[in-house]
C-alpha cells in the first residue's frame, strides 16, 4: 500500500502595504494622528472625557486605564465620523455590558433544550 505524505502548507509571502513605507512616512503618519481602528480610544476620552457613562465613576491621569471604549452595536470596525457608536465605560460597566446578552439568552424561556 502506498504511504501517504502529510498535507503541507507554502508560505506565502507578505504583500502588505504598510511594509512598502518608508520610515519617514510611518513618522509623518504617526505625527499627523492617523485614523486607524485603534486611534478610535485616544478619541473618545479626548471628546467624552474621562467619565463613565454608566456608572459616573470619574477617572484621571493615573487611572484612565481603567476606562474603556463601548461600541453601541457591538462592532468595533464601525467607527462613524460623528462617533456615535462610541460611549466611555468603566472595566466593571464594560463587562456588565456584554454579559448582560449572554445572561439574557441563558435565562431565556425560549431557549432550545
Not at 70 to 84: M, V
Amino acid at each position: 500500500m502506498r504511504q501517504r505524505r502529510p498535507f503541507r502548507v507554502e508560505k506565502k509571502s507578505s504583500t502588505n502595504k504598510s511594509d512598502n513605507k518608508s520610515v519617514a512616512d510611518i513618522v509623518k503618519e504617526l505625527k499627523q494622528g492617523s485614523s486607524r481602528p485603534g486611534d478610535y480610544r485616544k478619541q473618545s476620552l479626548k471628546i467624552n472625557g474621562l467619565i463613565c457613562a454608566k456608572c459616573g465613576r470619574e477617572f484621571d491621569f493615573n487611572n484612565q486605564h481603567l476606562l474603556t471604549v463601548h461600541h453601541k452595536d457591538g462592532n468595533h470596525r464601525h467607527n462613524p465620523p460623528d462617533r456615535s457608536n462610541w460611549e466611555n465605560l468603566c472595566v466593571y460597566c464594560h463587562d456588565d455590558e456584554h454579559s448582560r446578552d449572554i445572561l439574557g439568552d441563558y435565562f431565556s424561556p425560549d431557549k432550545k433544550k
